[in-house]
Nanobody, 116 residues
Framework: QVQLVESGGGLVQPGGSLRLSCAAS????????MSWYRQAPGKERELVAS????????NYADSVKGRFTISRDNAKNTVYLQMNSLKPEDTAVYYC?????????WGEGTPVTVSS
């Protein structure tokens, strides 16, 4: 069955960096676009970044452009989110998502807290 498992979240000071990983299984990873979303307390879930399957074309929310980088390693069935220059407003649970077999699949999320 399809599984998406996020890791790499934690507590970091403002200006710091984290790298999130999402390990995928149960489908042909290289054939599918992948996305990172986040949900802050009391707010709706929002798209952070996405990457296409074949060309690895990327797209970012305006709020993270220039600070976050999404990438994928199809040999490892993993998508990454490198987050630099983190701000307190980046605090959220970060989710990996893909549209597979006609429906959305989500991981359980990894929490990121940016605080001094």
């Amino acid at each position: 069955q399809v599984q998406l498992v996020e890791s790499g979240g934690g507590l970091v000071q403002p200006g710091g960096s984290l790298r999130l990983s999402c390990a995928a299984s149960g489908f042909t990873f290289s054939n599918y676009d992948m996305s990172w979303y986040r949900q802050a307390p009391g707010k709706e879930r929002e798209l952070v970044a996405s990457i296409t399957s074949a060309t690895h074309r990327t797209n970012y929310a305006d709020s993270v452009k220039g600070r976050f980088t999404i990438s994928r390693d199809n040999a490892k069935n993993t998508v990454y989110l490198q987050m630099n220059s983190l701000k307190p407003e980046d605090t959220a649970v970060y989710y990996c998502k893909s549209w597979i077999y006609g429906m959305d699949y989500w991981g359980e999320g990894t929490p990121v807290t940016v605080s001094s």
